[in-house]
């Protein structure tokens, strides 16, 4: 937790507010230590994170490739662009 959370690829799913035509209902807004104060919380809205998981019973799951397409087409054609980058990093081994 120290570290915070991870997207694993920053430069595809995390973009400037205003940069990206991405659908409002996959993406969120991230929270940074900077955005805290000692009695308040006051976040710049500089940024935006693509989250391509919907609630599901008790839980969360990845939309499947079908479900983006079909209701985030903007945010599936984002994806597909950053592919190869998205393969290359979750297909890597790790030590």
């Known amino acids: 937790m ?3 959370s991870s997207t694993g690829d ?4 995390v973009f400037e507010t ?3 035509d991405i659908e409002k209902g996959i993406v969120r807004e ?3 230590a900077s955005d805290f104060g000692r009695y ?3 976040s710049t809205g500089k ?3 693509i989250i391509p998981y919907t609630s599901e019973g008790d ?3 990845l939309y499947s490739e079908r479900e983006l397409k079909r209701q985030f087409p903007r945010a599936y054609a984002h ?3 950053n592919q190869a980058a998205l393969t290359r990093i979750f297909h890597t081994p790790r030590v």
Do not use: I
């Open 10 to 13: 920053d430069e595809v799913f």
């Open 30 to 32: 991230p929270m940074f």
């Open 79 to 81: 994806l597909q662009e």
């Open 40 to 42: 308040n919380f006051a």
């Open 18 to 20: 205003g940069t990206l």
């Open 59 to 61: 839980g969360f799951r």
């Open 47 to 49: 940024w935006k994170v």
């Open 2 to 4: 120290s570290r915070g």
